[in-house]
């Protein structure tokens, strides 16, 4: 008996270059979308390059107000190693104060949902420490404790931790009630109920609130360390004044403004990917 030749099956050969083809995208959509990108991050940037030019044009203010661009980056080059120490410590107060905010926080938010009456008893506290002038707060604590990395960290903690506070337990409360009816009937601890219920609830509040929290939190020590320090790039901004160095005020803003946007881009990144709402579901994982 003759065997048949091999045959070779082209439908499955199309169906797996469609699929490839489905995991891969074609060059001109990626070359497209790369374009469509970088337009968008140089669309702020051209314009606010347009409006500092024009501002110079019309102002006829001296340069030491209102520096050429290309001024500014060259101080950020020529000053580097000065500007760098004083960045490091800047990062030191920032990181601290925002460690702390989120501890004090997360805490208290949990603190409510277990024990609800402790929500009366501080949450007025709390609000009134937000909404003490920063001014106030920062002669308070220098007369307390000096030019102190303490200081400067509980005066970024003060600022930062309201926002996670609020979003944190409007993010507990945020639980659905069937899988909370669900937990009850099987007896589950509060700590159950917590970490499988209320926490995933809660992460989208938690992420939004970091949002806020870790931007400010670079821009917070720096006005800090305007007001009390001899350390940080709020330091630098008050020495440059007082040399009349507009060009290093520019450095430092420009400098802060990118740090916070790219802290501000890395947490949004974050929070989309930990958001099981971002997938479509209507429970966590």
Do not use: C
Not at 62 to 89: C, G, K, Y
Not at 172 to 183: P, Q, S
Request: hydrophobic fraction near 55%.
């Amino acid at each position: 008996m003759s065997e048949k030749p091999a045959t070779m099956d082209y439908s499955d050969l199309a169906g797996r270059d469609g699929a490839a083809s489905a995991r891969w995208p074609s060059l001109p959509r990626l070359v497209a979308r790369t374009l469509g990108a970088a337009l968008r991050l140089a669309t702020p940037a051209l314009s606010i390059l347009a409006l500092w030019y024009l501002a110079i044009l019309f102002s006829g203010l001296p340069a030491f107000v209102i520096p050429r661009p290309e001024r500014v980056l060259e101080t950020l080059v020529q000053d580097r190693s000065f500007i760098t120490v004083h960045l490091l410590a800047t990062l030191e107060v920032a990181a601290l104060g925002f460690v702390v905010a989120n501890a004090a926080g997360i805490g208290l938010a949990v603190l409510f949902d277990s024990l609800p009456f402790t929500r009366n008893l501080l949450m007025p506290a709390a609000i009134t420490l937000r909404n003490v002038p920063y001014v106030a707060l920062v002669t308070v604590l220098a007369l307390a404790f000096g030019d102190t990395v303490g200081s400067k960290v509980a005066i970024v903690a003060l600022a930062g931790f309201f926002p996670v506070l609020v979003n944190t337990a409007q993010g507990l409360r945020a639980a659905d009630d069937v899988l909370l009816d669900r937990m009850r009937i099987l007896n589950a601890s509060w700590m159950q109920t917590f970490w499988q219920v209320r926490l995933p609830f809660a992460l989208p509040h938690i992420v939004a609130a970091q949002e806020i929290t870790g931007s400010g939190s670079i821009i917070v020590a720096i006005s800090a360390e305007w007001m009390i320090s001899s350390t940080g790039l709020g330091y630098v901004i008050n020495r440059a004044l007082q040399t009349y160095r507009g060009d290093q005020v520019y450095a430092v803003a420009l400098l802060a403004t990118l740090l916070s946007f790219a802290i501000y881009a890395l947490v949004h990144a974050i929070g989309r990917r930990l958001d099981w709402r971002a997938i479509g579901t209507n429970h966590p994982p």
